[in-house]
């Protein structure tokens, strides 16, 4: 199982990103993907998660009203667009694979992307 997440990058606060996610290995439209975090010395957060039958959209409260979570299925791609980023949002950020449904706890995922880099900074 593979997940290969990119687009991170140095943004100002205030600034947009967009993640992407890819699966080459599995269809989204089979299983959760969730967006995870972890500030090195923190425990990880669930962000966000979208269920493979598309029913459930979850977010994080400290995300809420900011990022949006979406995917293409032809492209079998995931998306975390993040908007009006904030410095507490730093951290490492990672696509993960669960089960078909969808929840913010971290343990629940066995199948993760290596991380891409956010850094909100002026």
């Known amino acids: 199982v593979q997940l290969q997440a990119f687009g991170g990058g140095l943004v100002q606060p205030g600034g947009s990103l967009r993640l992407s996610c890819q699966a080459p290995g599995f269809s989204i439209e089979n299983y959760a993907v969730a967006w995870l975090r972890q500030v090195p010395g923190e425990e990880r957060e669930g962000v966000s998660c979208l269920s493979g039958a598309f029913d459930s959209l979850y977010y994080a409260d400290s995300v809420k009203g900011r990022f949006i979570m979406s995917r293409n299925t032809a492209k079998n791609t995931v998306y975390l667009q993040m908007n009006n980023l904030k410095p507490e949002d730093t951290a490492t950020y990672y696509c993960?694979?669960?089960?078909?449904?969808?929840?913010?706890?971290?343990?629940?995922?066995?199948?993760w992307g290596q991380g891409t880099q956010v850094t909100v900074s002026s």
């Open positions: 993960a694979r669960g089960t078909e449904y969808c929840t913010l706890r971290t343990g629940s995922y066995a199948y």
